[in-house]
């Protein structure tokens, strides 16, 4: 903040929303299991999920997001030009499958946190979170900040990967396969190469790697001491 300051630079505001969180009229609601407690003491402990817009010629494709909150990854992407039940239930599978297949599996107990629209709150969702062995954990609606820290992502998305001059995208967005592109990018460069913050300016993916390395002894005792403060 204080070198964008004295070079006269300014962040990017993000505009006027469409509404994408309606909520579900019919659906069982999962009580609010974080209480704004966006924090998780280790990897696959907790989950946040959300899904955005992005405008394109034919009209809107929705991009889905599922975060672990410990290192801030992002686990499970999924695009689609309608906002139903399945097109969030594939960005949690592709999520699970992940993890599956990069030797870090899902424990039975996992939080998995959303906001109340109806997709999430469905009967369908809701038995596939039961069926994974997932514990379902819904914020209050109307509350800006039940899912704040998906929402927070979603916002590094639009930002950095798809305004207008950002550096993955090569021209205008036409069809859903553009913007398949540009998250494929954006999520493995987010990932694997952007320096965050709130991880002591390290990558998620280094993060995760770090914590694992701990548990395995193969830590040097600077390292592991820094990683458990």
């Not at 998305?157 to 950002?166: C, G, H, L, M, Y």
């Amino acid at each position: 903040d204080r070198l964008m300051r004295e070079e006269g630079m300014n962040g990017l505001v993000r505009g006027r929303r469409a509404r994408t969180t309606i909520p579900g009229k019919d659906g069982r609601r999962a009580g609010d299991l974080l209480n704004r407690d966006f924090t998780a003491p280790a990897p696959n402990q907790i989950w946040v999920t959300d899904f955005t817009y992005v405008p394109v010629y034919s009209g809107f494709v929705y991009v889905a997001l599922v975060i672990d909150l410990y290192s801030r990854a992002i686990v499970g992407w999924e695009t689609s030009t309608v906002k139903d039940t399945a097109f969030v239930e594939h960005c949690l599978r592709m999520a699970l499958w992940r993890r599956q297949h990069t030797g870090r599996p899902v424990p039975e107990g996992l939080i998995h946190h959303s906001d109340a629209g109806s997709q999430y709150t469905s009967i369908r969702y809701t038995d596939t979170l039961a069926l994974e062995g997932l514990q379902p954990s819904i914020g209050s609606v109307g509350d800006a900040y039940n899912n704040a820290a998906a929402e927070t992502v979603m916002g590094l998305f639009k930002n950095e990967a798809v305004a207008k001059d950002s550096p993955f995208r090569s021209g205008a967005l036409k069809t859903e396969t553009d913007v398949m592109e540009i998250v494929f990018e954006w999520v493995h460069w987010y990932n694997n190469e952007r320096l965050h913050s709130a991880l002591d300016h390290r990558t998620p993916e280094e993060f995760e790697q770090t914590y694992y390395d701990l548990q395995t002894g193969s830590l040097p005792n600077d390292a592991a001491n820094k990683q458990a403060a």
